[in-house]
């Protein structure tokens, strides 16, 4: 493993890490990875993606993170590909119920809670999968359906269906999802990078 592609990798897990609030250090990595099944999770679905892309040589390593991270899929009922593009800084505050297409594109400092789907959708208006953007929280229970967007700060409430695209900073509610306010979401995704710049 190279030293720039495993400089990227902790900086990827780093930046998950600090989104849980407490710091970027080794006693806090552990502290999350043993509490917090969410960063458990994360973590080894960016180790299998990351060694993935490595050479031949690693390829023991990748298939015993691909095991690990299917034991915690099913234990933990999370099922994110390892190899869905999602940008640094994701939260998983609560486990449970969350299916994610791997081909959806998730963007950085987004928060995913339990029961949320990001789905593909075949035929009709909006085929295809949902492409998210930067600092979008995404309620418990909500469904994001179809070949649509969420802008960067968008926020889709509790149980939310969206099936239509959500423009920057929408704030979405009901069944089908309906765009409120324009408020964003940063009453929910905090401890961000940008945070501290």
Not at 123 to 135: E, T
Request: hydrophobic share 35%; net charge positive.
């Amino acid at each position: 493993m190279s030293r720039p592609h495993a400089v990227l990798f902790w900086s990827i897990v780093g930046a998950d890490l600090h989104r849980y609030g407490h710091g970027v250090s080794i006693s806090s990595f552990f502290k999350q990875y043993f509490l917090v099944p969410g960063f458990k999770y994360s973590f080894w679905m960016r180790l299998s993606n990351h060694l993935r892309r490595q050479s031949l040589i690693w390829r023991p390593g990748y298939y015993l993170c691909r095991a690990i991270l299917h034991r915690c899929s099913v234990r933990y009922g999370i099922s994110i590909p390892y190899n869905t593009r999602i940008g640094p800084g994701l939260y998983i505050g609560h486990y449970g119920g969350i299916v994610i297409n791997g081909k959806v594109v998730i963007g950085r400092d987004c928060n995913i809670n339990h029961e949320v789907t990001i789905g593909v959708k075949y035929g009709g208006k909006n085929p295809g999968v949902p492409v998210i953007g930067a600092r979008v929280y995404l309620g418990p229970g909500c469904k994001v359906i179809g070949g649509i967007s969420l802008g960067n700060d968008v926020a889709v409430g509790a149980n939310s269906v969206v099936v239509e695209s959500v423009p920057d900073s929408g704030v979405a509610v009901g069944v089908p999802a309906k765009v409120i306010s324009y408020k964003g979401s940063s009453d929910y995704v905090v401890n961000t990078q940008t945070d501290h710049e």
